[in-house]
């Protein structure tokens, strides 16, 4: 495979459950990212992984939990979540520098409904 | 705060031009991208600018304009497939990407 891979790509769960969403990069990459897109609304960024150390945590609620456990993988895992957490979850990994311009590539995303 | 605008939706003709704005306040500016997202699908990369001026790729440019906090997006010779979302990001003073909420986009026949 190439690229950035996700799994699953749709998701139902209640409110109870535990899950994980999983993402794969294959560009040799060393930053890794979490994004939640919600309709008509600019992605929000999560969580920044570079060099498999979390560099950002933008005040996402402790529901959710990140873990890279390399440079080529990320998780997102999800426990008591609410409706309003009903989104495309978007993976994407890029090549930092240091300097300006990194392009960032995205996986296909996870589409998480919520009941 | 950190801002960007940009239209939520635009339409346009099959074979026509348009051009999708930008405007941007943030803390730090390392550059803007512009991003294609069709529906249902990943966003993918258009194009990069950090100088002022134009940056033609194909039948599609994106200009910039750092001191105006502005930027858009020119597409030529519209085809049907380019109906997608366009996603404007400012890559901040710690190299993350702010996001704009995208342009959707619709060509008409």
């Known amino acids: 495979e190439t690229g950035v891979t996700q799994t699953p790509r749709h998701l139902v769960m209640g409110m109870t459950n535990k899950k994980s969403l999983k993402c794969e990069q294959h560009l040799g990459h060393n930053a890794m990212y979490w994004y939640k897109q919600s309709a008509k609304k600019p992605l929000e960024l999560m969580f920044v992984y570079s060099l498999e150390e979390r560099v950002e945590n933008n005040s996402v609620p402790s529901r959710f939990s990140p873990e890279c456990p390399n440079s080529s993988h990320l998780f997102l895992h999800l426990h008591t979540l609410q409706p309003e957490d009903s989104a495309l979850y978007l993976c994407?990994?890029?090549?930092?520098?240091?300097?300006?311009?990194?392009?960032?590539?995205f996986g296909p995303g996870t589409r998480l409904t919520v009941l | 705060g950190q801002n960007i605008d940009q239209p939520t939706e635009m339409t346009a003709t099959e074979g026509a031009i348009v051009q999708i704005n930008c405007t941007y306040q943030?803390?730090?500016?390392?550059?803007l991208f512009w991003y294609q997202q069709h529906a249902g699908e990943a966003p993918t990369f258009l194009s990069y600018?950090?100088l002022d001026g134009l940056e033609e790729k194909g039948r599609f440019s994106s200009f910039l304009s750092r001191s105006k906090g502005y930027s858009y997006l020119l597409l030529k010779e519209l085809q049907m497939k380019d109906s997608a979302s366009y996603l404007c990001a400012v890559e901040d003073s710690n190299y993350q990407l702010i996001w704009g909420a995208g342009t959707k986009l619709i060509i008409k026949p």
């Open positions: 600018n950090v």
């Open positions: 994407a990994s890029s090549r930092q520098t240091g300097q300006g311009g990194n392009e960032q590539f």
């Open positions: 943030t803390s730090g500016f390392n550059g």
